[in-house]
C-alpha cells in the first residue's frame, strides 16, 4: 500500500476523530457483501484493516447480518463462518431480525461505527448523512476509506462555528455578574446637539438698487436691476484776462460813474 493512502486515511479519520467523537478502538461495522467481496480476493479481512488505518480497531457484526447471510445461503455459507468469527454486537433485534442494511442504519443512528459495504444503496445512505465514515474495497480489491461527504462537512462546520459564537443568555449572564461586581458601568447616551437657527445670507436680503431717471417736467423714472450712480457736477472752466484788459475795464467803469 502506498504512503499516500495511509496520509489519507489518518488524515480522514482525524476529520472524523476531531469533528464526531470517533475514539480508538475504532469499531469497524462489517455487513455480508463486503465479507463476500474480501472473500474473492482472498483478503484478511481484520489485518487489512489493521494495515490501512495502523491503529486499535475491532471488526463487529450483528445477528441481523449473520441471519441474512444465513438466509441466502449456497455460495455464502463460507462468507457465514467468516462473519461469526468477529465481534458479536448486540443491535436490539436478536428476537425479530430485520435486513442487514437496515441493522446498520439503526446502528449508526446511536454510535459511531466505521460502515465497510460494497452495497451501492447503503454507500448512498451513509454519504446523505453526517458522520458515518465509509469503508469499500474499490473495484473489489483495493481497501478504500471514502472522503468524508459535504453532510459531514457542512455539520463539521455548524459546530465549529457554535463553538466560537457566544450564547445570548451566556451574554446576560455575564453583563448581570460585571453589574454586581462594579466592572460594567453604564454610560449615558450622548445627548444630540440642537441645531441653531442660522441667520439669513445677507446678500440674499440686500434690495436691489435703482436709477433715477430724470426727464421733463419732474418726471422720475425708474430701472429696475440698474444701480444708482451719483451725478457729477460739471466744473465751470475760468478765463483768466490779460492783466492790462483788467485795468482798461476798471478805468471804463470809473469813468462812467
Avoid at 5 to 10: F, L, S, T
Avoid at 177 to 196: A, F, I, N, S
Amino acid at each position: 500500500m502506498k504512503v499516500t493512502k495511509h496520509k489519507k486515511a489518518r488524515k480522514y479519520m482525524s476529520f472524523y476523530i476531531n469533528n464526531f467523537g470517533f475514539r480508538e478502538p475504532l469499531l469497524v461495522l462489517v455487513d455480508g457483501t463486503f465479507c463476500h467481496a474480501a472473500y474473492k480476493a482472498r483478503l484478511q479481512i481484520e489485518d487489512q484493516l489493521k494495515k490501512y488505518f495502523q491503529c486499535e480497531l475491532k471488526p463487529i457484526v450483528t445477528a441481523c447480518i449473520i441471519t441474512e447471510t444465513e438466509s441466502i445461503g449456497g455460495p455464502l455459507i463460507a462468507v457465514c463462518q467468516l462473519l461469526k468469527k468477529f465481534l458479536l454486537h448486540k443491535c436490539g433485534h436478536e428476537k425479530n431480525p430485520i435486513a442487514g442494511s437496515a441493522c446498520i442504519k439503526a446502528m449508526t443512528k446511536t454510535c459511531n461505527y466505521i460502515v465497510a459495504t460494497q452495497d451501492r444503496n447503503l454507500q448512498d445512505w451513509i454519504q446523505s448523512r453526517a458522520g458515518i465514515p465509509l469503508f469499500y474495497l474499490h473495484n473489489n480489491l483495493v481497501p478504500t476509506l471514502v472522503q468524508p461527504s459535504e453532510a459531514s462537512s457542512r455539520a463539521a462546520a455548524n459546530k465549529t462555528q457554535a463553538k466560537i459564537q457566544v450564547r445570548e443568555v451566556d451574554e446576560k449572564t455575564l453583563t448581570t455578574l460585571k453589574k454586581k461586581e462594579g466592572l460594567l458601568v453604564e454610560t449615558d447616551p450622548k445627548p444630540r446637539r440642537k441645531k441653531k437657527k442660522k441667520n439669513p445670507n445677507p446678500l440674499s436680503c440686500k434690495k436691489s438698487k435703482k436709477t433715477k431717471i430724470r426727464g421733463e417736467g419732474d418726471v422720475s423714472g425708474t430701472v429696475p436691476g440698474v444701480q444708482d450712480h451719483p451725478i457729477e457736477k460739471k466744473k465751470r472752466k475760468r478765463v483768466k484776462l490779460p492783466k492790462h484788459v483788467i485795468e482798461q475795464l476798471k478805468a471804463n467803469k470809473e469813468a462812467v460813474c
